[in-house]
């Protein structure tokens, strides 16, 4: 028997695995945090799938993620990464990811933990949702909109309130899987 899914993986095996296993499932990890607010804002204009099917090639490009060697990228780095034909070769995107690891290593020094910080604006749990289709599903809310306020205080970039709800949707701040969708009730259960 075929499960009941969202609408929005349609019938790429790269989407529905993504589906299937990743989204909306709570994240924790500080640095797995940090890669996903990358993608989401490399996203931006974007469908996902064009960053999914890209994930690897970054994490390659941008040192693993890894915000101590991105803060310190050189110019000669960026223009590497134009060069780059695995990710997504925008100048703007590039920069606010120097820029992003930048603000990350600060408001972890002044944190803690970067986890703690986002989660904060759920009050540090998974909110589930109840949309019967996903035309019902908000562009954004007023948690993505706090979020993407405090993220841009302190430096952060290409985190407007949309960015900020995908991201969590995706890291599973929001349990936005469809009421009719296998992985609602999985994921409600196993995560609250």
Known sequence: MT????????DDPIYLEYHDKEWGVPVYDDLELFEKLILAGSQAGLSWITILKRQVNYRKAYDQFDPFKMANWTEMKIET????SGIIRNRLKILAARQNAKSYLKLIEEKGKFSDFLWSFVNHNQITNYWE??????????????MSRELKVRGFQFVGPTICYAFMQAVG????HITSCFRHSEIAKEYQ
């Open 173 to 176: 701040m929001v349990n936005d």
């Open 133 to 146: 289709s996903w035309d019902e599903t908000p562009a954004k809310t007023k948690e993505s909109e706090k």
């Open 81 to 84: 990464l134009l060069k780059d």
């Open 3 to 10: 499960k009941s899914r969202c609408s929005w993986p349609k």
